[in-house]
């Protein structure tokens, strides 16, 4: 079964306002009217209200990087799903590995936010993946294993093939030293098999399930062209609208012999 392939771009911490409209100007002339790929940007907290702006009547999505679970409440410095729901987000990356190893953000946590984005009607991207101690230890599929099973405890069944997964070791992000396709494959199996165990064939079967950790223009069509990675989430890359619209070039070009 060939799912829509995403390019989904995570900006992390870069860009400011300025930077981010002028980005979406330069994206958009290139997008035109190119609907074959699903786009996804992810900047960062202040520039949503702008992109949401000018990407309205584009065919590319807005997301966030991150929330928290409650609605409302005295959590300072923290962003609510309804709040990413006004801005018309209609994805959220949750549990990063930026977020949980250096924000310290348990798995627990991770699936709360699950949880509460499906409440909200947003779609999660839940971000899984191993450092490079855990694979060298053997553990990648168990690391894997917890994060997705926490992160998706409390998954009402109803919209569950909207989840999109993202598989990021954690040694492949922003190192330039990306898994090789085949690696990324045999942990996006295994993720498979979970979420089967879980959810059912028929579900998993609807469910995206996106490879991220130093993809490149160059890299990018050897992962999505493999039937079972269903796109790629981009840091560094995405930050350049040309390299960026490349990726999404070379996906659509994956889809044809998919
Ligand atoms: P990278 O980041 O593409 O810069 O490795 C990926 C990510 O953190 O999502």
Redesign the pocket.
Known sequence: MVRTLIAAG?W?MYKTVQEASAYAEAFLSRVGNFQEVEMIICPPFTALPALSQSLSHSPVKLGAQNMHWEVKGAFTGEIAPSMLKELRCQYVILG???RRHIFRETSEEVGKKVQSAFAWDLCPIL?VGETLEERENGATNQIVEEQLLKGIESLPPEKAHTLVI?Y?PVW????GKAATPHDAEEVIAFIRQKLGEKLGQEMVEKIRILY????TPENVFDFVVRPSIDGT?????SLDPEKFWKIVQETYRALQVK
């Open positions: 995570n992390k990063h590995s930026e971000c993202a990021e492949a992000i922003g190192t991220g950790g130093s993809v989430l981009v840091g560094g890359a």
